[in-house]
């Protein structure tokens, strides 16, 4: 009896030990094939990647200074105009009307009047050429004398790029985190961030709608710092000034479209003031400035099953 308890034992752990060995070689057959694969790809979309680049180097002849200083300047810009210019359209005359369903603050739901339009346009052109062109001009001056590379032969690994955007991330997030929350100070409030908080239901626009002190020190530096301390490639930056400007957008949009992470984190900052500062919610987290937040959108959830 004793026996065979013991055979059926070792029966049942060389099965296993099979399974385990099959198991193994399939993962290592598979991973093999998903690094050549990866490998492969990679190639190709870094030769893409550098002809792409080496096309922008000749844009601007070849020029260093005229692509840090007028190519960052043209990237910039050209980014921001392009991801607010479907949320323009559509709040200023309500069309599609299927997308306004998405409207974070529904009550607030109505067309954006052109005076209010035009002027957040023009503080908005104001800071992007008055206020953000002489600092993006000393962030990529900073950039070059510290060392900064350019050419399409320097350009970083996907392993290197993806570092550094989490290590810019972090660095935004505790800058504009503790600048944010600096801003909200009774002493500074009501000369400075007063401005942006015209705006308790925001539209992308308002992302730069604010006094210049502010853009400066919330909007400009925190994610300006990252690039410089790592020494990145202009490449490196470019990207992670798009993604960041795209991300500020939306979060100003007063939509939670499907397709995009929700704003609703920014836009409750908007509604209630003084709550959520940061960009990312960590700092939030770890300084409790995030609770009202947790607890309307649990409140939420037990009213509105659906948002769940």
Not at 36 to 45: A, E, G, L, N, Q
Request: one cysteine or more.
């Amino acid at each position: 009896m004793a026996v065979d308890r013991l055979s059926q034992t070792w029966a049942t752990i060389k099965r296993i030990a099979v399974f385990v060995l099959l198991v193994m070689l399939a993962a290592a057959i598979a991973g093999d094939t998903f690094i050549r694969y990866r490998d492969k790809v990679w190639t190709i979309f870094s030769n893409s990647l550098r002809s792409l680049w080496s096309d922008v180097i000749s844009f601007f002849a070849h020029d260093e200074l005229k692509l840090y200083i007028v190519g960052s300047f043209f990237l910039t810009t050209g980014v921001f105009w392009l991801s607010n210019l479907f949320f323009i359209l559509l709040d200023l005359t309500g069309w599609p009307a299927c997308i306004l369903t998405y409207k974070i603050q529904p009550e607030k739901n109505r067309p954006l009047l052109m005076t209010d339009f035009l002027k957040a346009l023009k503080v908005a052109l104001f800071n992007q050429i008055f206020v953000g062109m002489p600092v993006l001009s000393c962030t990529v001056s900073t950039m070059r004398w510290m060392g900064s590379a350019w050419s399409a032969e320097e350009l970083p690994s996907v392993n290197r790029v993806l570092l550094e955007l989490a290590v810019f991330a972090v660095v935004e997030e505790i800058g504009f985190y503790y600048s944010h929350r600096l801003l909200h100070h009774p002493r500074l409030y009501k000369y400075i961030h007063k401005k942006h908080h015209e705006w308790t239901a925001p539209v992308g626009i308002v992302s730069i709608y604010a006094h210049p002190v502010e853009h400066v020190f919330a909007n400009l530096v925190p994610p300006g710092l990252g690039p410089i301390l790592m020494g990145s490639h202009l490449f490196t930056a470019w990207l992670f000034w798009a993604i960041a400007i795209v991300s500020t957008t939306i979060d100003h949009s007063g939509y939670r479209l499907p397709v995009f992470l929700s704003p609703d984190f920014h836009d409750f900052h908007h509604l209630k003031f003084n709550t959520n500062y940061g960009v990312l919610g960590i700092l939030d987290r770890l300084h409790g400035t995030d609770a009202l937040f947790r607890k309307h959108t649990l409140d939420d959830r037990d009213t509105n099953p659906k948002t769940q």
